[in-house]
Each structure stands twice: as C-alpha cells, then as structure tokens.
Nanobody
Framework: QVQLVESGGGSVQAGDSLRLSCVAS??????MGWFRQAPGKEREFVAA????????RYADSVKGRFSISRDAAKNTVHLQMNSLKPEDTAVYYC???????????????????WGQGTQVTVSS
C-alpha cells in the first residue's frame, strides 16, 4: 500500500510561483504524475515523470511554465509552477503509476494511488 501526501499549495497572484511536493510512504518503482481538478471540471493531466527522472511529459497548457522533478531516494516528486495564471486554479493531486517505471502516462487509469490533493488559487 502506498500513501501520498501533497504540500505546498496556497493562494498567490498571477505571475507568482509555487512549488508543490508529494511524498510517498511506501517504496515505489513506478512513474509518477501530477493532475489537477478545477471546480465543475474533470480531473486533467498536468505532468508526469519516470521513476528515474530521465523522462518527463507536460500538458500543453503548462509546458514552459511548470517543471516536474523527482528524488527517487526520498520517494518525493515536486512540481515547480512559475508564471501562474488564474486558469491554473485547481486542486492538484499527485499519483503513482501502475504501469511500471519507464513511461510517462497521461490517463487517469494509468495511475493506481492518489494523494488527497492540495489547493492552488491564483488571483488576477
């Protein structure tokens, strides 16, 4: 069983930065990802990273502004969010993949464990 705990959310102004962190309680050897869900919308992919951190993937809406990184030894994944926009407002979730360590997956079904989420609010 893997438990995930996110932190680092908050309320900021447009153009500001935030760094989200996610710590996994158990050892995982799978890819990890970040998703987000805005009020009234479906949960959507944000970024993913392989277990070793050698490959990443981003949603087009965050490409060039967000950066995902991983410390495998500490079972931690980070999401650095720069140049935040009001449309980035959402609850952000980290997740552990269920398809092994080498891919960067964008579908919710490819993730088996989820954190409780952390709120990010960006005001204009």
């Amino acid at each position: 069983q893997v438990q995930l705990v996110e932190s680092g959310g908050g309320s900021v102004q447009a153009g500001d930065s935030l760094r989200l962190s996610c710590v996994a309680s158990g050892r995982t050897f799978n890819s990890m990802g970040w998703f987000r869900q805005a009020p009234g919308k479906e949960r959507e992919f944000v970024a993913a990273i392989t277990w070793g951190g050698g490959a990443t993937r981003y949603a087009d809406s965050v490409k060039g502004r967000f950066s995902i990184s991983r410390d495998a030894a500490k079972n931690t994944v980070h999401l650095q969010m720069n140049s935040l926009k009001p449309e980035d407002t959402a609850v952000y979730y980290c997740a552990v993949g269920n398809r092994g360590p080498y891919g960067t997956y964008v579908d919710l079904k490819d993730y088996g464990y989820w954190g409780q989420g952390t709120q990010v609010t960006v005001s204009s």
